[in-house]
């Protein structure tokens, strides 16, 4: 089927209320649109839609008598009006007069939407004079930037022409000036969204920043300006050479191609280019049938072309701003000889600056001397993309005087202030460094990173150059360090190479803490320097797995962190480093609770290595200092110190290790006042949002009694907050003590009163359930089910007393309430639980003994990972291996 032969269809149609008929000829549209994707040029298709579309609008207008209404006129507008419809894009029409329309045209106007609507076609219509027209273009930049590219299809070409000029005209709704004005600072907005940033996993193939409105924005100021309707003209305005506009219709091109794919296998208009579409989409664009290689292929050949993009819109809209704004150079000042300052902007004073690779790294350095740089003129970034490219031929890493550079500027005091951002925008450091160039728009296939591996590296060395600042007022800690630390280049090294190596067989710190060795000899570091170096790479995820995934309050587990860390600048840097790699890693990631996690054992490994790493020495201090606090505390209430200290007899020491003093103080407080007036079989239950580490505190105390756990955590998924750690203890003479560390699933803190009484109010009343009865209301989300995470339990020694497990999972609803099933059905007690959600992933921790009060014995770990299993194969979307 062809183009041709559809609108020869359309010209056979005779009568409006044959809809089976004219259905069927859209169908079939949509059919020659998926058949023809691979076999013609994506423009061909882009364009031959439209045209269907207006052969078809333009009969349908005719059969309804509409076409010879004298002062009507049927128009698209938009992506329409411009001749380009995707598959399912909208088709926005305008129909307008001169005049208010009569009874009878109305019926037949309002008759053929109708019709649109019910061949199925997504139409999006307004019905307007002239005047009104003009008005709401007046008041509405959306509306008018859709008549910019307003186009007529059918009607009185005099009734279009007046409403053209009317609103597009010199000197009528909105002046170029006003009109540019609107659109940069709407392009602005729009990139914020994005968080100024193209390199997001699920982009918007539509809105991203570097994506087609993009390059719409373009066209729409040059239209309005120049009345140029093709971008040829912007060559011979000068704003463009002619590459440059090749260039940028060969990523429109690429774009569009995604784009279509994406229609085609949504069935819909979608622009998200969601996990859901990724592996079809990659499929249709010829990237092969293995999905995780095809989508990477397509997602780097995605962020690439959206790179070039932004630069190009770049150029352009910045010379825009001086021609259609009037401006003037307000500031020029000389730098050096080849470069110069103006209005804030660096700009080159000859056509060859970059005559070589040092000649860019010289650049930068230039810039990060120049502390009121603020950007790059249009001049500037059009010699050093050509530059870039005329480089091409082998990395910069093999010329010395190119290394002896780059240490340099890793050295400056302000290079990663402004400088770093134009290395990674340009790509420079791309064409330094082979194995940077390697995770260069590399996706990362979970939830847990928002970013391209590239991207969340030039944000985590952002964070760690905001430490720096003396505006850091936000991390304290982060600041004393590194303003303590006479090396910080050693620092931005280990950040730029932490996870350099990913994407190759094998763990990436390993292999990346050997790239980075190799990079220190290269670059002449010191020995020392470098094992230090190399060090933190090979350890970039130590501090945050323990924080997290270990019981920090276990002197063992300190120990082993102490040993491993060896020294108070190892702690230092590695401390340093984790908190940026956490931040940049998504922004909704971070939160109190991970601070103050991350907070206490650096605090804790400082004492003990200060102790030369004696952590009983340091557990007893501190179970002492907190005990005392915590007495001075309740010296104030009217409690006795006789059953104070029968309370505390019942509590092991690491309790008194575990929580603050102001804690164990409100938990006494709580209790004694309990046992005076509880019923037989009544648990308290409270919860307290101001005293624990950056959550909400659920304490749990009264009569031992099965599921307990399993129960509690039903109940908190099926309110839509999060467990993310938990203390499971039973006191000496055999009553629970939970003390349980909650926070809204998006984990952001539990607020308000009624909020926090009515968790309790759930708890209590689960807790009165017979058996097993639980609900579990949370729902998977839509992009929980596209991601394959397999079951992983594994088990290590913690104590004699006690075994570790750890949980692999989909984050599925009800995970919790199974797994603490799966314990009391091998007659286990939980000691301890950290709960943490990893993106998609639960990677929980659970301290567990057996009946006897021991750690698990070979047999009891088979008998439970079945248990475990067999649990969570009955949860849907749980991948059972």
């Known amino acids: 089927m062809k183009l041709k032969s559809l609108c020869e269809e359309v010209a056979n149609i005779t009568a409006v209320d044959d809809i089976k008929s004219i259905k069927a000829l859209v169908a079939r549209s949509y059919e020659w649109l998926e058949t023809s994707f691979t076999l013609q040029p994506i423009d061909e298709l882009v364009t031959g839609r439209a045209v269907f579309i207006d052969t078809l609008l333009q009969r349908l207008w005719s059969l309804y008598d509409l076409a010879n209404i004298k002062g009507l006129a049927l128009c698209a507008v938009g992506g329409y009006g ?25 019926e037949k106007v309002g008759q053929f939407i109708t019709l649109l609507w019910d061949i199925k076609l997504d139409v999006g219509q307004s019905v307007r004079t002239i005047k009104e027209t003009v008005k709401l273009a007046k008041d509405d930049i959306s509306i008018a930037t859709n008549l910019v ?51 997001n996993l699920e982009p918007n193939i539509k809105e991203n920043p570097g994506c087609l409105r993009d390059i719409q924005s373009i066209g729409w100021v040059a239209k309005k300006h120049f009345k140029e309707y093709d971008g040829k003209g912007l060559v011979g305005h000068g704003y463009f050479t002619k590459d440059e506009l090749d260039e940028l219709v060969e990523c429109r091109m690429a774009l569009w191609r995604i784009r279509f794919a ?30 995780k290689t095809a989508v990477e292929k397509m997602m780097r050949a995605f962020f690439r072309t959206v790179r070039r993009i932004s630069e190009l819109n770049q150029m352009l809209l910045q010379r825009f701003r001086y021609d259609m704004l009037n401006q003037t150079i307000q500031s020029r000042r000389a730098i050096n000889d080849s470069f110069c300052l103006l209005d804030g902007n660096i700009s080159p004073t000859h056509n060859n600056v970059f005559e070589s690779p040092e000649d860019i790294l010289s650049f930068l350095k230039l810039i990060a001397d120049t502390r009121d740089v603020q950007g790059l003129d249009t001049n500037c970034i059009r010699q050093l993309r050509n530059a870039r490219r005329r480089f091409q031929a082998a990395y910069y890493v093999e010329r010395a005087e190119c290394r002896r550079l780059i240490m340099e500027l890793f050295k400056h005091p302000h290079f990663f202030d402004f400088a770093w951002n134009i290395m990674h925008q340009y790509g420079i450091l791309q064409s330094y460094l082979p194995e940077w160039d390697h995770i260069v728009g590399m996706m990362q296939f979970d939830l847990f990173h928002a970013y391209t591996v590239d991207e969340h590296t030039h944000r985590l060395v952002k964070h760690v150059n905001h430490y720096f600042q003396p505006d850091n007022t936000d991390f304290p800690r982060c600041g004393r360090i590194v303003r303590n630390f006479d090396k910080p280049e050693l620092i931005y090294i280990a950040a730029i190479f932490h996870d350099i190596a990913k994407g190759r067989n094998g763990d990436h710190s390993t292999l990346g803490a050997k790239d980075v060795a190799i990079f220190c000899e ?33 002197p063992d587990v300190v120990n082993d962190f102490a040993t491993a860390v060896r020294s108070h600048t190892h702690l230092n840097l590695l401390y340093i480093l984790t908190l940026a790699d956490i931040r940049a890693t998504n922004d909704n990631l971070w939160n109190d609770w991970k601070a103050s996690l991350l907070k206490e054992l650096y605090s804790m490994t400082q004492k003990a290595l200060d102790n030369g790493l004696q952590c009983g020495v340091t557990m007893r201090d501190r179970v002492d200092s907190h005990k005392s606090k915590a007495l001075e505390l309740l010296a104030t209430t009217a409690l006795d110190a006789e059953r104070i200290e029968t309370l505390w007899s019942r509590f092991e020491d690491d309790y008194f290790a575990r929580f603050k003093p102001e804690q164990i103080s409100w938990h006494t407080q709580e209790i004694l006042a309990f046992e005076n007036q509880h019923e037989p079989g009544e648990m308290l239950i409270k919860t307290n949002n101001d005293l624990a580490k950056g959550g909400t505190e659920l304490l749990l105390y009264g009569d031992d009694r099965p599921a307990l756990f399993a129960q509690i955590a039903s109940v908190l998924d099926s309110r839509n907050c999060s467990i993310h750690d938990a203390h499971i203890a039973v006191t000496r003479d055999d009553h629970v003590f939970d003390s349980i560390l909650i926070l809204e699933n998006d984990g952001s803190r539990i607020e308000g009163e009624s909020r926090l009484r009515s968790i309790e109010k759930a708890i209590a009343e689960q807790l009165l359930k017979p058996g097993r009865q639980h609900n579990n209301t949370r729902k998977l989300s839509r992009q929980h089910k596209h991601l394959d995470v397999p079951v992983k339990v594994r088990f290590y020694s913690s104590q004699d007393d006690a075994t570790l497990i750890e949980l692999e999972a989909l984050d599925a609803p009800g995970i919790l309430a199974k797994v603490g099933h799966a314990f009391v059905d091998c007659n286990l007690t939980l000691k301890l639980a950290k709960i943490a959600t990893i993106g998609e992933r639960a990677e929980d921790v659970f301290i567990v003994s057996n009946e006897h009060g021991k750690a698990l014995t070979q047999e009891e770990q088979t008998t439970l990972k079945k248990r475990i299993l067999f649990k969570l194969d009955q949860l849907e979307d749980i991948n059972i291996p």
Request: glycine fraction near 6%; charge should be negative; hydrophobic fraction near 40%.
């Open 82 to 106: 411009r001749g380009h419809l995707q598959p399912y894009s909208d088709i926005d029409l305008l129909i307008v007069s001169k005049k208010a329309l009569k009874r009878d045209v109305q």
């Open 149 to 199: 590219e307003s186009r007529m299809l059918s009607g009185c070409d005099q009734t279009f022409v007046e409403m053209w000029h009317a609103v597009n005209g010199k000197d009528t709704c909105w002046t170029s000036k006003a009109f540019f004005t609107a659109k940069y600072e709407e392009q602005k907005a729009r990139h914020a969204k994005f968080n100024g940033t193209s390199y």
């Open 262 to 291: 994406l229609h085609l296998v949504a069935g819909r208009s979608e622009n998200r280019l969601l996990f859901d579409y990724q592996p079809e989409v990659a499929a249709m664009l010829g990237y092969g049938e293995d999905s």
């Open 522 to 554: 290269a670059h002449d570091i010191h020995k020392s320097d470098a094992e230090l170096i190399a060090w933190l790479v090979e350890n970039h995820l130590l501090m945050s797995v323990v924080a997290q995934r270990r019981d920090i309050y276990d």
